[in-house]
């Protein structure tokens, strides 16, 4: 199975920072993956899909990019509403569609 | 509006099992899939598997293969998710989720607000 690594797993930023999150891949996985976002006792919410594409709705202060074996997800401008946790996902259908262990962005 | 609702939770006992469903609404229900993925309390996401609700076919991860079997009833728009044999450490929010399948690639764009599960002796 693909392995996918988050770092930092936990990150601790003001309004306004720039965040950026990387996921990286056990193997090569194209640009076959995406990007949720959880907050507590809540679902999880697409925000992008085959890495960059970002979902309808979701704020533009919200980018990914990346190829291959590393991703990242970056906030150009943290909002309150954003502090949450992070996950990446596989998404090739072919595969077990594997989940990153998470990051938690907390307030500093 | 397109929406998921789950079941209500459920305790169960080691070795029992259990049905989660999880009715759609406000789409086509057979244009897409429905993948399940849960969360063990304090834990990440660990995806389950998915099914067609076109023509059935299933992906399960491999560590439930045995274990979990995912179905659905066109009729009423219905996605099940039964896992037997259950165990201490099947106690999880299980999630539904619709996934979108295209060109290989496949995405769960709305979600379900998550079944309880608990299993205790």
């Known amino acids: 199975d693909i392995q996918l690594t988050q770092s930092p797993s936990f990150l601790s930023a003001s309004v306004g920072d720039r965040v950026t999150i990387t996921c990286r891949a056990s193997?090569?996985?194209?640009?076959?993956l995406a990007w949720y976002q959880q907050k507590p006792g809540k679902a999880p919410k697409l925000l992008i899909y085959?890495?960059?594409t970002l979902q309808s709705g979701v704020p533009s202060r919200f980018s990914g990019s990346g190829s291959g074996t590393e991703f990242t997800l970056t906030i150009s401008s943290l909002q309150p509403e954003d502090f949450a946790t992070y996950y990446c996902?596989?998404?090739?259908?072919?595969?077990?569609?594997?989940f990153g262990g998470g990051t938690k962005v907390e307030i500093k | 509006q397109v929406q998921l609702v789950q079941s209500g939770a459920e305790v169960k006992k080691p070795g029992a099992s259990v049905k989660v469903s999880c009715k759609a609404s406000?789409?086509?229900?057979?244009?897409?899939?429905i993948s399940w993925v849960r969360q063990a309390p304090g834990q990440g996401l660990e995806w389950m598997g998915w099914?067609?609700?076109?023509?059935?076919?299933?992906n399960y991860a491999q560590k439930l293969q045995g274990r979990v079997t995912m179905t659905t009833d066109t009729s009423t728009s219905t996605a099940y998710m039964e896992l037997r044999s259950l165990r201490s450490d099947d106690t999880a929010v299980y999630y539904c989720a619709r996934g979108i399948a295209a060109a290989g690639l496949y995405y769960m764009d709305v979600w379900g607000k998550g079944t309880t599960v608990t299993v205790s002796s």
């Open positions: 406000g789409y086509t229900f057979t244009s897409y899939g």
């Open positions: 099914i067609s609700a076109y023509n059935g076919n299933t």
């Open positions: 193997q090569g996985i194209s640009s076959y």
């Open positions: 085959a890495a960059s």
């Open positions: 996902q596989q998404l090739n259908s072919y595969l077990p569609l594997t």
